[in-house]
Each structure stands twice: as structure tokens, then as C-alpha cells.
């Protein structure tokens, strides 16, 4: 079953040259943010589709109209990997290891300096070389390849990590004297790794982990006594993986965490149903990852098919989507997700808001992953 609405108003038409978007052969990342997704090509272009009211697609387009197609962040640059924000801002590294970040920038999001939204990449962190990135809903953390780590943008909560709840319109060091290896930016929390294998969490109480409602201003360990290989915030939740394969969730909504009980947690607890997962994408009331035999499952919270089984049944556990098919990468957004199948092809679920799933304005939302348009 899937709901639809009439009309077309507010959604652009691909412009003329454009190619209609990338071939489907080509996608080398996919990621989802809130409402819109963005993807590098093996040849280095990034493209991105979906809601574009902050200029967050990157192509410093006349209009904010959202795209159901993939338009090019600025032809001829070449990327290594995107990140889309749990808000309106994104950020990317380039092949030569250069930070750039783009939209809305009311808090310093975006790190150039200043507080002024912009509509195509500027750099950040001039000078330096860059390994990854995390965008959050208003503040971004980045890794170096010194492995030093790096926050900026909002901080009201804690979320930047660096002791204090002050605002920063640049990069300030999280961690001094540490090395880092991962880093993922929540709503109003930040996770990371470090190269031994620890996590550590810090931000608004309740979703740190650590088993209170403490909010904490500088990093915490979390699920100390084991390795830990992977770990992904969603907007109020955590996922993460150990080094045995099995995934653990905490915060809130309890749905999201799939251990079969529907409570929230403020410590690591177990996903039910075992498996060995390769990959956690948590998203904002539901949660889909990927195991290692390369099936797809997901949870939570369905009130617009992000589960993606064909109801609109919430779901405490994990549930298999599209059990037919093996997947090789997976973007969650707020209520939608997107994911590439081992053809190469590019297949979304959940809410169509901004053409987020690469659907016509016609369709509100998919509770099965539908094979998104021109992609």
C-alpha cells in the first residue's frame, strides 16, 4: 500500500543538460541527511537530491525549490565522501583531503568563521588534510589525519565536547592528546572512536550512554572492556557495533532500539534477533542496518514505511526488508533511507518530503524500498 497526494507545485524539473542524473553503475557513496540525500560517483562528482530550503544540495541554485533528481555540486571538483546534516547543512571531503560544508549556517555549522547560510561548499579548516566527517543537526566534528578531532557550531548541550556550552563559528579541538578514528554527530550528542577501539560519547543527558541524564560537556567512555569497530548516532538514539559483530543501541525512542521491549535505554542494551551486522544507519524514531551476509533489516517507528515491510506497523525488533536482495551500502535519514543494491541500483523507502526518496511530488511516501527515479 502507498500513500500519495496530487499536485507538482515547488518541485523543480531537471535542468536542461543535466543528464537526467548519474548512472546507476557509477554510485561509490550514499548518505542520507533530513529530507535529502547526497552521493559521490566513481568519478569523483557528488550529486545531490531531496529538500533544499537552506541551500543544503550544494548547488547554489537561484531557488530553494527541492529536487526529486540529482543535481551536481559544483561540476569539476572532485570528492571523496559527503556527509548530509540531521538538519540543513552538509559538509565533504575532496580527493585532496580539503573540508567543505554548505547551507544553513545560524550557529556556525558550517565553520568558516562566520554565521552566514551558504548555498554552495566553502572550505573549513583551511590547511589541514581531512579523513571524515560527521554533521549533526546544527554542529559538525571532523578527524584530521593526525587523528586529532575537531568540533564546531552549536553547543548548547554540550554536543561540541570541549567543556564549555559556547558556540563556535570554527573548528576547536575535542580530546587533546587522544587519536580518533570515527566520529558521528547526533541531534544534540556526538559519539566517537578512538584507534584503540573505545567509544566515547558527550552531549545532552539521555543519549550520552553512560547509563544517566547527566549532560556532559567533554567525552565519556561508553561500553568500556570491549572493542567496538562501528558506532552511528540517529537523532536522539546510538548504534554501535562490536568487534564480535553484535549491535548494541541506547536513548530514545525505546522503538528505535530494537530489543524487543519498546523502552528507552540510557545505557548500551542488545538488538534482539542476533545476526552478525556489518553496518548501523539510526534515523529519528527507527533504525536500519545491514548484516554481514548483506541482507537488510530495520525497526522502529513506521508512520511513514521508513521500516520499509510493507505496513506501517511500528516494529521492537528487527524485521528483513526486501529479503530477496543483497545490498552493498545503506543511508538512514530522519524517515527515509536509501540503499544500493549489490546490481548498483538505488532503491529508497519511507517519506518523499523534498523528493527525499528520488519520487515524483505525486508520492507522499513507500513502505517497500522502490527504485528511486533516474538513479
Not at 578512538?194 to 560519547?201: E, F, H, I, K, L
Not at 552493498?328 to 518530503?353: E, F, I, K
Request: net charge negative; aromatic share 10%; hydrophobic share 35%.
Amino acid at each position: 500500500m502507498v500513500a500519495t497526494v496530487g499536485g507538482g507545485a515547488g518541485f523543480a524539473a531537471p535542468a536542461a543538460g543535466s543528464g537526467l542524473g548519474p548512472a546507476v553503475e557509477q554510485w561509490r557513496q550514499l548518505a542520507a541527511g533530513d529530507s535529502y540525500n547526497c552521493a559521490v560517483r566513481a568519478d569523483a562528482s557528488l550529486w545531490c537530491w531531496g529538500a533544499n530550503g537552506q541551500g543544503q544540495l550544494g548547488n547554489d541554485a537561484p531557488t530553494f525549490d527541492p529536487q526529486a533528481v540529482p543535481v551536481q555540486v559544483e561540476p569539476g571538483s572532485q570528492w571523496r565522501s559527503v556527509r548530509p546534516g540531521k538538519g540543513t547543512h552538509t559538509c565533504g571531503i575532496r580527493t585532496d583531503g580539503s573540508l567543505w560544508c554548505w547551507g544553513s549556517n545560524w550557529a556556525g555549522q558550517v565553520g568558516d568563521g562566520t554565521q552566514t547560510s551558504r548555498y554552495a561548499p566553502v572550505p573549513v579548516g583551511v590547511g589541514f588534510s581531512w579523513l571524515v566527517m560527521a554533521t549533526g543537526n546544527s554542529h559538525t566534528c571532523a578527524i584530521r589525519d593526525d587523528a586529532t578531532l575537531w568540533c564546531w557550531g552549536q553547543n548548547h548541550v554540550g554536543q561540541l565536547g570541549d567543556g564549555t556550552q559556547t558556540d563556535r563559528l570554527t573548528p576547536v579541538q575535542i580530546g587533546v592528546g587522544e587519536s580518533w578514528v570515527e566520529v558521528s554527530a547526533g541531534w544534540g550528542h556526538t559519539c566517537a572512536r578512538r584507534v584503540d577501539a573505545t567509544m566515547w560519547c558527550w552531549g545532552v543527558g539521555a543519549r550520552v550512554g553512560d547509563g544517566t541524564n547527566v549532560q556532559r560537556l567533554s567525552p565519556v567512555q561508553i561500553g568500556a572492556g570491549f572493542g567496538w569497530t562501528q558506532v552511528t548516532t540517529g537523532y536522539d538514539h546510538t548504534c554501535a557495533i562490536r568487534a564480535d559483530e553484535t549491535l548494541w543501541c541506547w536513548g530514545f525512542p525505546g522503538s528505535a532500539l530494537g530489543d524487543g521491549t519498546g523502552e528507552s535505554r540510557l545505557s548500551p542494551v542488545q538488538v534482539a534477533g542476533g545476526g552478525a551486522w556489518a553496518t548501523v544507519e539510526p534515523g529519528y524514531w527507527h533504525t536500519c542496518g545491514l548484516r554481514t551476509d548483506a541482507s537488510l533489516w530495520c525497526w522502529g517507528a513506521n508512520i511513514r514505511g521508513e521500516v520499509g515491510d510493507g505496513t506501517y506497523s511500528s516494529q521492537l525488533s528487527p524485521v528483513p526488508v526486501a529479503a530477496d536482495q543483497t545490498w552493498a551500502q545503506l543511508g538512514g535519514g530522519m524517515d527515509h533511507n536509501c540503499a544500493v543494491r549489490a546490481d548498483s541500483t538505488v532503491w529508497c523507502w519511507g517519506s518523499n518530503d523534498g523528493g527525499a526518496i528520488g519520487q515524483r511530488p505525486r508520492v507522499s511516501e513507500r513502505n517497500v524500498p522502490t527504485r528511486a527515479l533516474l538513479l
